[in-house]
């Protein structure tokens, strides 16, 4: 199965920054990836597919970028609402497998 | 407005089973590949299995086979999971969410605990 592996575990940044998330897999997945944000108690939320497309309602200072294995996340300005979990998903095999988590927590 | 309603808690013992429903508002169950999804407590999503509409069949993430069983009641638009031989592990909460490669709409959670 593909393992994905995320970093960092924990991000600590302020609001008005600009952080990145890194996603790698343990074999090439194409550009088959999926961003989730999580906020505590609540389920994920679909941020971007395809490595690189908002979902609908998405801020644009989201952005994704990557291929093959290794992929980011970037937040272009943290806002007060961003702080939160942050989950990559492969659907490149039947595996679907998610990342284990980069939490993003307040400075 | 589109939302999965699921059912509530639950605390079981080890070797029981459970199922947990789905219930698609707005829309019809047809127009939904429903999937499962768990979180156990501190970890990451975790893929279980859903309905693969190109095949017409439902999809098991292989961990789970010969203990988890989905179905769908189209005539109340409710998806149902059933996992049998529970043990601690398998502590979390389960997820409904419509996709098959990813998930763009998931219900609230419901949350199982195994202990005896």
């Known amino acids: 199965d593909i393992q994905m592996t995320q970093s960092p575990s924990t991000l600590s940044a302020s609001v008005g920054d600009r952080v990145t998330i890194t996603c790698r897999a343990s074999?090439?997945?194409?550009?088959?990836l999926a961003w989730y944000q999580q906020i505590p108690g609540k389920a994920p939320k679909l941020l971007i597919y395809?490595?690189?497309n908002l979902e609908n309602g998405v801020p644009s200072r989201f952005s994704g970028s990557g291929s093959g294995t290794e992929f980011t996340l970037t937040i272009s300005s943290l806002q007060p609402d961003d702080f939160a979990t942050y989950y990559c998903q492969q659907y490149n095999s039947y595996s679907r497998a998610f990342g284990q988590g980069t939490k993003l927590e307040i400075k | 407005q589109v939302q999965l309603v699921q059912s509530g808690a639950e605390v079981k013992k080890p070797g029981a089973s459970v199922k947990v429903s789905c219930k698609v508002s707005?829309?019809?169950?047809?127009?939904?590949?429903i999937h499962w999804v768990r979180q156990a407590p501190g970890k990451g999503p975790e893929w279980m299995g859903g309905?693969?509409?190109?095949?017409?069949?439902?999809i098991y993430a292989q961990k789970f086979q010969g203990r988890l069983t989905m179905t769908e009641d189209t005539s109340t638009d409710t998806a149902y999971m059933e996992l049998t031989s529970l043990r601690s592990d398998d502590t979390a909460v389960y997820y409904c969410a419509n996709g098959f490669w990813y998930f763009d709409i998931w219900g609230r959670g419901t949350l199982v605990t195994v202990s005896s």
């Open positions: 309905f693969d509409p190109e095949q017409g069949k439902r």
């Open positions: 395809k490595t690189s």
């Open positions: 074999q090439s997945i194409s550009d088959w």
């Open positions: 707005g829309y019809t169950l047809s127009e939904f590949s």
